[in-house]
C-alpha cells in the first residue's frame, strides 16, 4: 500500500497527508514531518533537518514530550526558567 501511495503521489505531483504512529514510515516517506501532542505541533522537519533524522531522533522527542506530561505544570515551569 505504501508503495502504491508513493508511486501516485510522485507521479501525480500530489500534496499529500499521512497520518502515522510509525516513526519509521516518518522518517522514510514525504518531505515534511509535523509531531504533535495533545493537538498542537510540537516539532516541525523539513529539508536537510527531516533528511537527518532517525526513528531514535524522533522517539527520542516523543520520550521528551511524554516526560514532560508526568510533570507538574509549576515545577516544570520553575525548571524551565531556571536550567533552561
Known amino acids: 500500500m505504501i508503495e502504491l501511495t508513493e508511486r501516485i503521489v510522485t507521479e501525480g505531483k500530489l500534496t499529500t497527508l499521512m497520518v502515522t504512529h510509525s516513526m519509521q ?11 504533535m501532542h495533545q493537538g498542537k505541533i510540537k516539532y516541525d522537519f523539513s529539508g536537510v533537518e527531516k533528511k537527518r533524522l532517525k526513528v531514535s531522533d524522533l522517539l527520542s522527542l516523543f520520550d521528551e514530550l ?17 536550567y533552561v
Open 66 to 82: 511524554r516526560r514532560k506530561d508526568q510533570i507538574d505544570p509549576v515545577v516544570a515551569e520553575l525548571l524551565a526558567c531556571n
Open 25 to 35: 514510515q516518518a522518517v522514510n516517506l514525504g518531505d515534511r514531518i509535523i509531531m
